[in-house]
């Protein structure tokens, strides 16, 4: 009955608080929460799922009362109560047994105070008192009252059993020890005291390892709730690739489509202008016709004989219809690129997902020939075998790349977020220099330079020429990025997001993972998470190289970026709690 209740609390607690459900609610997915768990679920969130299936809702659904699970729940309960009061009875009547008093062997009534291990019985204050009094008693040993006394007598020789054998696990009488005499024997108290060593020896290695234990488990369940967190994001990211790519196709689409409505409208344009020219030579013909018609009705031969007569033009002319087809240079390109994209597609997608990205990616890469002398010392520590980028350069982190926080603060500049780029869920603070993400839109106006799709922000000064340090401190990190961007990127699109078009370069945390993303390729950065952030753009030799601020600046990422355009400080945050503050130079 116990392991069936048991079984049954197994079945009826709620996957969020592990508990018996209260007021139990149904999703449309099948799944039970509390409601107190699935409204705390869901009120920093801004996207609603299933906290057990991850099922995505875009709407919050109806939540209706499962009343059969909570009329099963009451049961369970009324059943747990009675069996728990049933197991605090048993335990009274076990302490009851344990504290019943040894009755005097005399009287059968009095409460016993001592036991004489010679007697083999136990007596009350009255009836020891012969063992005070009589010599004839004195050599009799009394001890603590006995419980049982005769369960602890030997059978064959009649004597309290005082000794215990270690390797038979058998407690035996003094006239016993020639039976035992080559085994290891010690009292019954030097006994019990080496097995209450041995005890708290084992208690020592227990609780330190159920201790471990239980912070494991604490770990694996906080791993399993980050890992639904990083599935989410995961996603929202995989179909904002695939959305990307989507747009592309349909861009490539467009294009193609109107260069073949191009090529039948010139077509039909050389059409009408044949149809012209024919229709003025018929025209033409048609005149010839009646002025010959009417020479030949007239009935003066000298007239008629010295009328000119002379066949128009188009007379002895052929007409052709010119063999017009819509398979101009643009079109057949157009044709055949999307024939070659459909075949990359097949060849790729017919792959296995992890032999996909090589197959995709451009060639060997190149340092840039004005790479910074730090990005150049990176690159000479990295592995031969290790794959670097054009775009980004993972520095180790090695105290002979650390640089004097001082000597960059001497390229300090001020900054503060531009608010007529801030999406409509960036709060900004009054004095424009912290940025945060809210769960409800604020009430911008629109405007060319917003961003309506991502939620990002970009300062107020871009920068061309020279070399300028700004730090950023960041906190309440889940999913947010810093990095830079082309004041000419597109703010409508879903790849307008920081470091998923080749106008911007980011910094992304993800937890507590750091990666670098330019066009839509990332660059994991072994290195610990950073609260405080330091970026030194080099306009000139067209480089940005991320800090990690402390004593010293570590310098963990360098970026190469073209200025060919003015370049602004930019930020996105994804997470509701999410604060990126920019550092006064100082």
């Not at 609780?207 to 989410?232: F, G, S």
């Not at 031969?384 to 090695?398: E, G, K």
């Not at 010293?552 to 503050?581: D, K, N, Q």
């Amino acid at each position: 009955m116990a392991e069936e209740l048991s079984s049954l609390e197994n079945e009826l607690k709620c996957s969020v608080c592990l508990e018996v459900f209260k007021h139990p609610v149904t999703l449309p997915c099948g799944h039970n929460f509390c409601q107190t768990c699935l409204d705390d679920t869901w009120s920093d969130v801004l996207i609603l799922f299933c906290p057990q299936c991850r099922h995505l809702y875009p709407t919050k659904p109806e939540l209706r009362k499962n009343t059969l699970l909570t009329a099963v729940v009451e049961s369970f309960s009324r059943s747990s109560t009675s069996k728990s009061d049933r197991t605090k009875d048993l335990e009274l009547n076990l302490c009851a047994a344990d504290t019943e008093l040894v009755k005097c062997d005399t009287c059968l009534v009095a409460k016993a105070i001592y036991t004489c291990l010679t007697c083999m019985a136990s007596y009350c204050e009255e009836h020891v008192q012969p063992h005070h009094r009589s010599p004839v008693f004195r050599a009799h040993q009394l001890v603590e009252p006995i419980r049982d006394i005769q369960k602890q007598i030997c059978q064959d020789h009649v004597k309290f059993m005082e000794f215990f054998c270690q390797n038979h696990n058998y407690t035996f009488c003094s006239s016993c020890l020639q039976c035992h005499r080559e085994c290891q024997y010690t009292t019954l108290p030097e006994g019990r005291t080496i097995k209450e060593s041995n005890m708290k020896g084992m208690l020592s290695v227990l609780e330190p390892q159920i201790d471990k234990a239980n912070a494991a488990i604490a770990r694996v369940e906080k791993q399993q709730l980050q890992l639904q967190d990083d599935a989410v994001a995961q996603k929202m990211s995989m179909r904002a690739e695939y959305d990307v790519i989507r747009q592309l196709i349909n861009m490539a689409e467009k294009e193609a489509l109107a260069d073949v409505d191009k090529d039948v409208a010139s077509s039909k344009a050389t059409m009408q202008g044949l149809i012209k020219k024919v229709n003025k030579n018929v025209k033409k013909m048609n005149a010839a016709v009646v002025e010959v018609n009417s020479l030949l009705s007239k009935a003066d031969t000298m007239a008629f004989l010295k009328a000119p007569v002379k066949l128009p033009p188009g007379a002895n002319s052929n007409p052709q219809c010119p063999c017009v087809t819509v398979a101009s240079e643009a079109v057949l390109a157009g044709h055949s690129c999307a024939v070659a994209i459909k075949d990359l597609l097949r060849e790729v997608l017919a792959m296995p997902a992890e032999n996909r990205p090589p197959l995709l990616q451009p060639g060997g890469p190149k340092v840039p020939e004005k790479a910074s002398p730090v990005a150049e010392m990176a690159l000479e520590k990295r592995e031969p075998s290790s794959p670097a980028r054009l775009h980004a350069v993972a520095i180790p982190h090695d105290i002979s790349t650390a640089m004097k926080r001082c000597d960059l603060l001497k390229f300090g500049s001020t900054l503060q977020f531009d608010p007529r780029t801030a999406h409509r869920t960036i709060v900004l603070s009054a004095d424009l220099t912290t940025a945060s993400r809210s769960a409800e839109p604020n009430p911008y106006p629109d405007g060319p330079e917003r961003f309506l799709v991502c939620p990002q922000v970009l300062c107020s000064t871009g920068y061309l020429q020279g070399c300028h340090y700004w730090e950023a401190k960041v906190s309440g990190t889940r999913l947010c990025g810093l990095g830079l961007a082309y004041g000419s990127m597109n703010r409508r699109l879903p790849s307008s997001r920081l470091g998923l078009n080749a106008q911007s370069w980011c910094l992304e945390w993800f937890n507590d993972r750091l990666t670098a993303w330019h066009n839509g390729v990332e660059t994991v950065v072994d290195n610990p998470s950073p609260k405080r952030v330091g970026v030194l753009l080099d306009c000139d030799r067209g480089s940005a190289t991320f800090y990690v601020v402390g004593d010293r600046a570590y310098p963990f990422m360098m970026f190469a970026l073209p200025c060919t355009e003015a370049v602004y400080p930019a930020l996105w945050i994804c997470s509701v709690g999410a604060t990126v503050l920019l550092c006064k130079p100082q």
